[in-house]
């Protein structure tokens, strides 16, 4: 399992349309799908119900859902933490005049 297809999936999961998923995560369609249907491979599950006109969660992608969102909030998290020990300044400035 990795981050990036947990990032697809919150992707998908957040517009109900893989290519409109796509294109916010600049990667081809059938990139994108590729990789989800590999993860619900890996989980032995299906997450999306996908229909000519629809896509949504199944049970099983409504679980995985939150610990996604929770694990690359835990990444991103790591990441800052690092970049701070370093030295590296990151972070949100709002300049009002």
Same mark, same amino acid.
């Given at each position: 399992m990795e981050l990036q297809q947990m990032r697809y999936v919150v992707a998908v999961a957040e517009t109900s349309n893989f290519t409109r998923? +796509?294109?916010q995560c600049l990667v081809v369609q059938s990139? =994108?799908?590729?990789?989800?249907?590999?993860? %619900?491979?890996?989980l032995?599950?299906? =997450?999306? %119900?996908r229909t000519s006109r629809r896509?949504? =969660?199944?049970? /099983?992608?409504a679980a995985f859902l939150p610990a996604a969102r929770q694990a690359l909030d835990a990444a991103e998290r790591?990441? /800052?933490e690092v970049a701070a020990a370093? &030295?590296?300044i990151r972070g949100?400035? +709002?300049? &009002?005049a």
């Open positions: 998923a +796509a294109e990139a =994108l799908s590729h990789q989800i249907a590999r993860l %619900e491979r890996e032995g599950a299906k =997450l999306f %119900e896509v949504r =969660l199944t049970p /099983a992608g790591a990441r /800052a370093a &030295g590296e949100r400035l +709002a300049i &009002g």
